[in-house]
């Protein structure tokens, strides 16, 4: 995650168009307003329009608008998302179910910076930087004739993939801590501590739900919870797992970090850890096997942490 947050602070700062493709429930539309909010349009307003929700009759006077008579009901001239979002961001979500009908007419907004309301004839100059978001695999669409290849070089400009919660099980701690502590604000609860048990529980499901789902769960527990220690209730649904702590390199990190900190009281209690870590690894600092991963740290820290408290693998084996 940390590679996919520099990139959004490097895009943040330009005008370009994105596309974020991720499951449903990675978090496609934080990732959106986090752009916004880093960007220099973050004084202007963010709108979002949800490509599915919408019907694609309605669509099309809902993105660029319409005037007064462009049809049976049209009593009142309308804006649309394109001229209410001018100066700041238009998020279109779930980009992959915009009919082929209106590919061309959002194409062309994106070529020349410019509307017509539907009915009208009048050329409206609209500045809006888009950032679109897809669970579906827009390519293979492409290849299949759904959507429009012209489009989508337009829309990819700057593409951003976030990996489903599986695949970033270190994540998980501070992402179940974070929704707890938001959780009891709202609820008035004080919840204080997660425990180890159930964070482990937590990093071993696969959250086919991802982010979406983990903060539901984490809803649930807080509602049940009668203490200052969260009480996670298990769902039997939710407890196909990942594989295990021996197998899964970064999930033996995250949770190394949760039960041995990296931080001890002294140097040579740290000292000591490191030896004995290194011992058990037979001297091997890197790789899924090796002490770095073990201990919840960069190769790039234990070795200068050994270099500050005089440990060399020599004189460890």
Not at 193 to 201: C, G, K, S
Not at 280 to 300: D, F
Request: charged content about 25%; glycine content about 6%; aromatic content about 4%.
């Amino acid at each position: 995650m940390e590679d996919l947050l520099q990139q959004v602070d490097i895009v943040a700062k330009s005008d370009s168009t994105v596309l974020i493709c991720g499951e449903t429930g990675t978090g496609k539309e934080v990732i959106a307003r986090a752009i916004h909010q880093l960007s220099p349009r973050r004084d202007k307003p963010l709108v979002k329009i949800n490509c599915t929700a919408i019907p694609a009759s309605l669509l099309e006077s809902e993105l660029f608008g319409h005037d007064k008579g462009a049809f049976t009901g049209a009593i009142n001239t309308h804006r649309g998302r394109f001229e209410i979002a001018d100066g700041g961001t238009l998020f279109l979500d779930e980009i992959g179910d915009l009919p082929l009908e209106l590919q061309p007419k959002l194409l062309r907004v994106l070529q020349e910076r410019e509307i017509e309301r539907l009915g009208g004839s009048r050329t409206i100059p609209v500045n809006v930087r888009v950032i679109a978001a897809t669970n579906r695999d827009l390519w293979q669409m492409v290849e299949d004739r759904q959507f429009r290849s012209d489009l989508f070089y337009r829309l990819n400009v700057f593409p951003l993939e976030l990996p489903p919660l599986r695949d970033r099980p270190e994540d998980i701690p501070l992402l179940a801590k974070h929704f707890t502590q938001k959780m009891a604000r709202h609820m008035n609860r004080a919840i204080d501590a997660i425990p180890t048990e159930a964070l482990r529980q937590l990093m071993s499901w696969d959250w086919p739900g991802n982010v979406r789902e983990l903060e539901n769960v984490i809803e649930r527990a807080v509602l049940l919870t009668r203490g200052n220690s969260l009480n996670l209730h298990l769902n039997v649904r939710q407890s196909r797992l990942l594989p295990t702590l021996n197998e899964d390199s970064a999930l033996r990190s995250s949770m190394a970090q949760l039960l041995h900190p990296t931080t001890p009281e002294n140097d040579e209690e740290e000292r000591q850890r490191i030896v004995q870590v290194l011992r058990e690894t037979n001297g091997i600092v890197a790789g899924p096997r090796g002490a770095a991963t073990r201990l919840g740290m960069k190769r790039t820290t234990l070795l200068s942490r050994m270099q500050r408290l005089g440990i060399s693998v020599r004189e460890v084996l």
